[in-house]
């Protein structure tokens, strides 16, 4: 039978294999060994009444107070809270698992259950961090990726481990993540017993499907990269590649963007083009000296003409007679 031993302080589990004062002490010491590497001390270790003269001594040699509960009162010992909740995580995971996986196997899920019980409780000397980061360092997913404890996953046999004609993957139980290496899993092969360790592997949840793209999802992140590329250097282009691009990111993309106004380069271009081009105009003198000249002239006299028809008065005149009260 296997016991566990929980520290309150980050529901730190320590498990031994019977309840007599050898296994009880050596996990005092693991718990205090524990403590003093992370720069605590404990200073008062509160008990109940199952405890022996070893443990005794070895708590009265790191320095610390001891304090026993009222007998059979569960609530003053703080340590029966922290039980409860590591108890509660540890069967909502067992309760999670598939049917196929062992139930033997169910202590070499504590570490990930520890990281799930104490990454969401703050720290009593300081609130501000969870119970993980204050032992452990702040926890870092990309660095140490999990997944659901007990999944089904194929492990990737490296070329150096599998024969010529060997498997490239195996099937293996997902045990829960490697703290000392970088984005490494680690699982039980059941053909075997021996848990291994790899950075490659792929996972199949028993209830949840795992979501992948679709063909008009990988049609639409296409074109959001190229999007994405287009928007780079849109202003480094010619006018005319601008248009270009903009009609096909909205030919694309469905989107259309409200034109800006032109600048000062596009309004010239605009009136050149729509001004038509205006006539050389008459040197000043040489019109004065004509209307001078118009003016003096006698008016021509009126050829006869039939009485019948109308008689009209040309433009000629009426221009020469403006002229004429111009120059006076």
Known sequence: MHFLFVRSESHKKCPHQEQKKEELLRAYKEVYSYCQQRGFTPKLHKLDNETSKDVEDFIASQRAAIQYTPPDTHRANPAKRAIQTWKSCMKSTIASLPQKFPLGLWCRLCPQVDLSVNIVRKCRQNPALSAWAA?????????????PPGS????????????????????????????KHYRAFRGIVPSTGGERISDTVKFRHHAIAIPSLTPADRILEAAQDLDDAIRQQPKQALLDERKAIELLREVLLGKRKTPLPPNSVQRRKQAKTAAP??????????????????????APVPSPTNNNEPVYISDDKDKDIGLNHQAR
Do not use: D
């Open 135 to 147: 032992m452990e360092g702040e926890y870092h997913f990309n660095a140490t990726p999990i997944a």
């Open 152 to 179: 089904e996953m194929m492990i990737h046999k490296k070329p150096g481990r599998r024969r010529t004609f060997g498997m490239n993957a195996q099937k293996a139980w997902y045990l829960g993540p490697c703290f």
């Open 277 to 298: 081009q205006p006539a050389a105009p008459k040197p000043k003198l040489q019109q004065v000296v004509t209307t001078t000249a118009a003016a003096s002239a006698p």
